[in-house]
């Protein structure tokens, strides 16, 4: 059975930084293109960021500057940092393996807070 198990954010202060791993079992990471994606209150499940096998990094504009991805195929992991949250970016924050899209995470809530 496949799993992807997305662990890190809860409650961060504004302009703070924190990092979204995305652990995989019953495949190898290592085979696929993996992706986060963000779903704020009420909005569609939106792409952020993918790295392809090759380690190949593309990101909406915002992102760039703020945040990135990266991957471990060792620990079979993607991660996402994000640095200088702000108000705005509260959401559930999802990984996916594979483009077209084969597998997703359960989702991962990010809180925007003072």
């Known amino acids: ?36 994606f963000r779903q704020a209150p009420g909005e569609e499940r939106e792409f952020i960021a993918r790295i392809s096998n090759w380690a190949t990094r593309n990101s909406v504009d915002s992102e760039r500057g703020q945040f990135s991805i990266s991957r471990d195929n060792n620990k079979n992991t993607v991660y996402r940092q994000i640095q200088r949250l702000k108000p705005e970016d509260p959401a559930v924050y999802f990984c996916r393996a594979g483009d077209p899209p084969q597998y997703w995470g359960q989702g991962r809530q990010v809180t925007v807070s003072s």
């Not at 504004?14 to 990471?29: F, K, R």
């Open 1 to 36: 059975q496949v799993q992807l198990v997305e662990s890190g954010g809860g409650l961060v202060q504004p302009g703070g930084s924190l990092t979204l791993s995305c652990v995989a079992s019953g495949i190898s990471i290592s085979n696929y293109l993996m992706a986060w």
